[in-house]
Nanobody, 118 residues
């Protein structure tokens, strides 16, 4: 059974930091590109960051560039999102996504809430 389980969300003050992680199982983790996608209240899905299967290539949305860092540990089947300098606009549910176009795999976690508020 494929499972992606996000953790690490919570309430943080503006300027604070959080580290999200997603624990994956049930598929060949090291063959999948991984992304973080978020959904703010009343808005659509927004892509945040991605990392390739080998972990040597990353990309970020302009809104988080320089503040967020994505990484992965293929030995532990985990992907991380280290968020610093958090702003109220970062408040959202954050989802982990695993995708492999060749294998036709596209998996999502249940999301973790991040709230940035004083």
């Amino acid at each position: 059974e494929v499972q992606l389980v996000e953790s690490g969300g919570g309430l943080v003050q503006p300027g604070g930091s959080l580290r999200l992680f997603c624990r994956d199982s049930g598929f060949t983790f090291s063959s999948y590109a991984l992304s973080w996608v978020r959904q703010a209240p009343g808005k659509g899905l927004e892509w945040v960051s991605a990392i390739n299967s080998g972990g040597d290539s990353t990309s970020y949305a302009d809104s988080v560039k320089g503040r967020f860092t994505i990484s992965r540990d293929n030995a532990k089947n985990r992907v991380y999102l280290h968020m610093t300098g958090l702003e109220s606009d970062d408040t959202a549910v954050y989802y982990c996504n695993a995708r492999n176009v060749i294998l036709s795999g596209n998996y999502w976690g249940q999301g973790t809430q991040v709230t940035v508020s004083s």
